[in-house]
């Protein structure tokens, strides 16, 4: 029986919360932030946020009715469009419709498990490398090496290791776009130009405009056949076959910074989250070691091994329960619709909020508590009342990559380190549109015998 331990969450208060309050101070940065104890309780609730009528289902059926059984009817709302557009234009992530399917059915058999599992050794080699650099007793910031890790293998595994896309510039250009966000989404909201009134917001255009100059070269050089056989590759090919010239190169752009961009920060801010809860908790940490000791002695390299950490995943999945890396999303009604009680109105928006269904009292016992063993075989839950990768026809593509790349990663640092929290060092969730510890996670590093 292992100790109850509650990670920090930020602080709820009793009563709602206004809907202004959204857009000043905290609460305008850090989604999860501003709470009400009443918001992990209700089955539902609704806001009306400058003109647009916000539902937010908290039952999973619910969840479940616009994510899969009525998935058609919702689609992604034209004011997120309006905020991602100008870093990942109409890719995958946020396009719709017939564009929308062309593209997944593009992309889809780079993610398929014979896929992924060829990429084992790419996701070891890199998290060897970065752990060799360490040295014991040092401080490290281990949401910066997590970020420069997953930035490190995303350039390898789907753009040949393009030398410009896993650069200290472009780890910062990034952080500044998505910091950028949540200013963007107050201007969005008024219907205004999206124009980058603070130091702020001008870092955040400097950073999508780094990021899409770049990746137009990267797309650019391989041109007129796409170069060499991987995702890129293979991606212009496709494009090029399906869409006229300048459409298709415009996709192949989107695609890129949409890929680039969705698959590294999410899987780096999971890393970041196991290895702070892990260091919080150092015998849980040294069984996890151990069975990463175990699974790479019997292959380091090999395809298996993810699935040779079963207590790890458990870890890892309890992670993303506690701190999903994509804290909310949102969909956009077309026609009329009931979610429960609730009458939805084309135009509405309908938020799906991981953070709050991850936490909800009528789903989960003790919601706020660590247990990595609600994920143990034979636990039964509702598909949709755990989703940290979203669900239904636009499930998240990357969630099997991610997954084996979270566990390589942590297994091979796991056996070789070991990382104890600074002592007095508060750790805060913070992020408007993915969830990092505020400042960074810095731990304390000490070689395992
Ligand atoms: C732990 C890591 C990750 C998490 C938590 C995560 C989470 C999500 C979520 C919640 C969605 C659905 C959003 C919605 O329905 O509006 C999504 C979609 C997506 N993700 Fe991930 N993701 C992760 C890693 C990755 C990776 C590694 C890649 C690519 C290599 C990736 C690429 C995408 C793309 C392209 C979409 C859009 C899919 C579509 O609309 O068809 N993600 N992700």
Redesign the pocket.
């Known amino acids: 029986m292992t100790e109850r331990f509650i990670p920090p969450h930020p602080p709820r208060s009793a009563g709602p919360v206004p809907v202004w309050r959204g857009f000043v101070g905290e609460r305008a940065r850090t989604a999860v932030y501003g709470w009400s104890e009443r918001a992990f309780e209700l089955p539902y609730f609704g806001r009306k946020v400058f003109g647009y009528n916000v539902h937010i289902p908290l039952t999973p059926d619910a969840v479940q009715r616009v ?1 899969l059984d009525n998935a058609a009817n919702y689609v ?1 709302p034209d004011i997120v469009k309006t905020l991602l557009d100008p870093t990942i234009g109409r890719g ?2 946020s396009s719709d419709g017939q564009l ?1 399917r062309d593209q ?1 059915k593009i ?1 889809a058999a780079n ?1 398929a498990p014979a896929a992924i599992d060829a990429l084992i050794p790419v996701f070891a080699r890199t998290a060897r490398n970065a752990s060799e650099a360490w040295r014991a007793a040092d401080r490290l910031d281990m949401a910066e090496a997590a970020t420069a890790t997953t930035m490190r293998i ?1 350039a390898d595994a ?1 753009f040949a290791g393009d030398p410009r896309l896993a650069t200290d510039a472009a780890m910062a250009h990034i952080a500044a776009a998505l910091e950028g966000v949540s200013e963007a989404r107050l201007q969005a909201l008024l219907g205004l130009p999206l124009f980058p009134w603070s130091r702020r917001g001008r870092r955040a255009l400097r950073g999508r405009t780094y990021l899409r100059q770049t990746l137009t070269e990267v797309v650019k050089d391989r041109l007129p056949d796409g170069g060499p056989d991987d995702f890129l590759g293979r991606l212009i090919r496709a494009l090029y076959d399906k869409f006229e010239s300048a459409e298709a190169l415009a996709l192949a752009v989107d695609n890129a910074a ?2 680039y961009l ?3 920060e ?2 780096a ?2 890393i970041t989250w196991t290895l702070f809860l892990l260091s919080e908790q150092p015998d849980l940490q040294t069984q996890a070691a151990d069975e990463a000791r175990a699974a790479l002695a019997a292959g380091a390299d090999d395809p298996a091994l993810p699935d040779r950490l079963p207590l790890l995943r458990r870890i890892v999945e309890e992670s ?1 329960r506690l701190y ?3 804290p909310r ?3 956009q009604a077309v026609a009329a619709d009931q979610l429960g009680e609730a009458l939805v109105s084309p135009g509405d928006i309908v938020s799906i909020w ?1 953070w709050l269904l991850h936490r909800h009292r009528k789903l989960w016992d003790d919601p706020d508590a660590f247990d990595a063993d609600r994920f143990a075989p034979g636990r039964e839950r509702h598909r949709f009342q755990y ?4 669900g239904g026809p ?6 099997r ?3 084996a ?2 566990l390589t990663v942590l297994a091979h640092w796991l056996a070789r380190w070991s990382f104890a929290p600074e002592p007095g060092r508060e750790v805060r969730p913070s992020g408007m549109v993915t969830l990092r510890p505020a400042g960074g996670l810095p731990l304390r590093l000490t070689a395992r015998p």
Do not use: Q, Y
Request: charged share 15%.
């Open positions: 994510l992604k995958l992530l929308w997944r992309v993610f995303i789907l949409t890929f969705a698959g590294h999410t899987t801010n999971t993303m999903p890396p994509v999303f949102d969909r991981p989703i940290p990768f979203g636009r499930v998240c593509v990357g969630s990559f991610a997954t790349e979270a």
